[in-house]
């Protein structure tokens, strides 16, 4: 019973956080008082509670699991929408990969693959936190089309490179610098490719009235966001420098020999691959990759190499938290919200193209993302809005682009993306890097889109 309510009692209940408390609830009540953008009463409650809620979630003022199933309560209560509606996110087949991503990657883990070949391998190459970094952002790119669900990709990479930093001696802000820098690459080089990332990328190239195909979103994309990632990492690395640089990677058990693979050990590595090479080639067998991970993980059950206890990786808050905060961007855009935000939006937008009106498109996007959070879902709004707004002036794939570029790699709080929210609540890293990073990432983005998207797609015939 202890054991469950440290998942809802706050740690240290004194005046500090009463305090806390009390400033909480200051804003979202001003918001429900001065209903902003001619908001609805209903409209203001259910942007009032998800504001307090974010707030709960930045602070750790509430812990995840009562102030996500509080947001549940108010949305249920204020918006009208049904209950499939609001937990849609837990009802999708991404929410059943990510359970058995769990699973899977704790098997990756038990068949010995990680202590006897990528930690060897990885100690061997990686000297320093910043040439991990550039390993990570290379392994991303290299299994770009082996593990093609982006979540399922960034769940093992992550556990991959957990349990190498575990057998290093460095301190634990290093570890969670570099831990938070695994969640940033994996969004930077998912909009590479169409097919890097399956579910947003396709969800943004559907909106668009000329058609893109995974070789036209690589040849308008790959080469500036190969750019953008080496930029953001100088960034990353500039911003983080006093925990990254003249730190060496030292291997707490450098001198132990790595015992040989069991034959128990040995054929959940060919499951392993087996499934690897299912998921590459996708395309030709047409298995669903979801179907392929649960049959596979329940043979490295039916093996021995995942057991009862097993079922302990899969991190119930951050599911709980995943599906309160995929819910935000739904409910405020089936309430109408969304759409009376994004009226007040349109008198910004200059009559002519220019440098200035991309700015605005950027600038839009943005917004509309730090009020509705899912990448997905402020996709589904910004973009089919920008086309009724923009498309006499501006080519429908740039809109895509733009909007893509826009909401992928940016982010001010952890609810800005699934990914970082992930990493979050399984303790990678502090949700005050996001804000640390984010904030001056947000200029980056204009940057590197007035800097490199934009002459790259001059030089490629786009503009």
């Given at each position: 019973?202890?054991?469950?309510?440290?998942?809802?009692?706050?740690?240290?209940?004194?005046?500090?956080?009463?305090?806390?408390?009390?400033?909480?609830?200051?804003?979202?009540?001003?918001?429900?008082?001065?209903?902003?953008?001619?908001?609805?009463?209903?409209?203001?409650?259910i942007?009032?509670?998800?504001?307090?809620?974010?707030?709960?979630?930045?602070?750790?003022?509430?812990?995840?699991?009562?102030?996500?199933?509080?947001?549940?309560?108010?949305?249920?209560?204020?918006?009208?929408?049904?209950?499939?509606?609001?937990?849609?996110?837990?009802?999708?087949?991404?929410?059943?990969?990510?359970?058995?991503?769990?699973?899977?990657?704790?098997?990756?883990?038990?068949?010995?693959?990680?202590?006897?070949?990528?930690?060897?391998?990885?100690?061997?190459?990686?000297?320093?936190?910043?040439?991990?970094l550039?390993?990570?952002?290379?392994?991303?790119?290299?299994?770009?089309?082996?593990?093609?669900?982006?979540?399922?990709?960034?769940?093992?990479?992550?556990?991959?490179?957990?349990?190498?930093?575990?057998?290093?001696?460095?301190?634990?802000?290093?570890?969670?610098?570099?831990?938070?820098?695994?969640?940033?690459?994996?969004?930077?080089?998912?909009?590479?490719?169409?097919?890097?990332?399956?579910?947003?990328?396709?969800?943004?190239?559907?909106f668009?009235?000329?058609?893109?195909?995974?070789?036209?979103?690589?040849?308008?994309?790959?080469?500036p966001?190969?750019?953008?990632?080496?930029?953001?990492?100088?960034?990353?690395?500039?911003?983080?420098?006093?925990?990254?640089i003249?730190?060496p990677?030292?291997?707490?058990?450098?001198?132990?020999?790595?015992?040989?693979?069991?034959?128990?050990?040995?054929?959940?590595?060919?499951?392993?691959?087996?499934?690897?090479?299912?998921?590459?080639t996708?395309?030709?067998?047409?298995?669903?990759?979801?179907?392929?991970?649960?049959?596979?993980?329940?043979?490295?059950f039916?093996i021995?190499?995942?057991?009862?206890?097993?079922?302990?990786s899969?991190?119930?808050?951050?599911?709980?938290?995943?599906?309160?905060?995929?819910?935000?961007?739904?409910?405020?855009?089936?309430?109408?919200?969304?759409?009376?935000?994004?009226?007040?939006?349109?008198?910004?937008?200059?009559?002519?193209?220019?440098?200035?009106?991309?700015?605005?498109?950027?600038?839009?996007?943005?917004?509309?993302?730090?009020?509705?959070?899912?990448?997905?879902?402020?996709?589904?709004?910004?973009?089919?809005?920008?086309?009724?707004?923009c498309?006499?002036?501006?080519?429908?794939?740039?809109?895509?682009?733009?909007?893509?570029?826009?909401?992928?790699?940016?982010?001010?709080?952890?609810?800005?993306?699934?990914?970082?929210?992930?990493?979050?609540?399984?303790?990678?890293?502090?949700?005050?890097?996001?804000?640390?990073?984010?904030?001056?990432?947000?200029?980056?983005?204009?940057?590197?889109?007035?800097?490199?998207?934009i002459?790259?797609?001059?030089?490629?015939?786009?503009?």
């Amino acid at each position: 019973m202890q054991n469950i309510w440290k998942y809802i009692i706050p740690e240290k209940i004194n005046k500090i956080w009463g305090i806390k408390m009390c400033l909480s609830i200051l804003f979202p009540i001003l918001t429900f008082i001065w209903k902003p953008f001619d908001l609805t009463f209903q409209q203001a409650a259910i942007v009032a509670s998800t504001i307090l809620v974010i707030i709960w979630w930045s602070a750790g003022i509430v812990k995840k699991i009562p102030a996500s199933f509080f947001l549940l309560l108010m949305y249920y209560i204020f918006s009208g929408a049904s209950v499939k509606t609001i937990i849609s996110f837990s009802l999708s087949e991404t929410f059943l990969m990510i359970i058995v991503t769990y699973l899977f990657s704790q098997g990756i883990a038990n068949s010995g693959l990680i202590d006897k070949i990528f930690q060897p391998l990885l100690i061997k190459l990686v000297h320093t936190p910043c040439q991990c970094l550039i390993a990570v952002v290379g392994i991303f790119y290299l299994t770009m089309y082996v593990i093609p669900q982006p979540l399922a990709r960034l769940i093992i990479v992550s556990s991959v490179l957990y349990h190498f930093l575990q057998h290093i001696n460095i301190p634990e802000k290093t570890k969670n610098i570099i831990m938070y820098g695994v969640f940033v690459a994996s969004a930077v080089v998912n909009i590479s490719t169409k097919d890097a990332d399956i579910i947003l990328n396709n969800v943004a190239a559907s909106f668009s009235k000329i058609p893109i195909s995974n070789k036209l979103w690589a040849y308008y994309m790959f080469i500036p966001t190969l750019i953008t990632c080496c930029l953001l990492g100088i960034l990353f690395i500039y911003i983080f420098h006093k925990d990254l640089i003249g730190i060496p990677l030292k291997n707490i058990e450098k001198e132990n020999k790595i015992s040989p693979f069991s034959a128990q050990q040995k054929l959940a590595i060919g499951i392993i691959i087996m499934t690897v090479l299912l998921w590459t080639t996708n395309g030709i067998h047409g298995i669903n990759n979801t179907l392929i991970t649960i049959i596979s993980t329940i043979i490295l059950f039916a093996i021995k190499i995942l057991h009862k206890e097993d079922w302990k990786s899969i991190d119930i808050t951050t599911l709980i938290f995943l599906t309160a905060a995929f819910s935000i961007g739904n409910i405020i855009k089936f309430c109408g919200a969304a759409d009376k935000v994004f009226g007040q939006l349109q008198a910004i937008f200059p009559t002519k193209f220019s440098l200035l009106y991309i700015c605005v498109m950027i600038l839009t996007t943005m917004l509309l993302h730090m009020i509705l959070g899912s990448n997905t879902t402020t996709l589904s709004v910004v973009i089919p809005g920008l086309m009724i707004l923009c498309s006499q002036i501006v080519k429908s794939p740039i809109i895509v682009f733009i909007s893509v570029i826009s909401v992928s790699f940016h982010a001010i709080l952890p609810f800005h993306s699934i990914s970082l929210m992930i990493g979050v609540s399984n303790n990678y890293y502090p949700a005050k890097y996001v804000t640390k990073l984010g904030l001056p990432v947000t200029l980056l983005v204009y940057l590197v889109v007035i800097g490199i998207y934009i002459p790259y797609w001059k030089i490629v015939g786009l503009l």
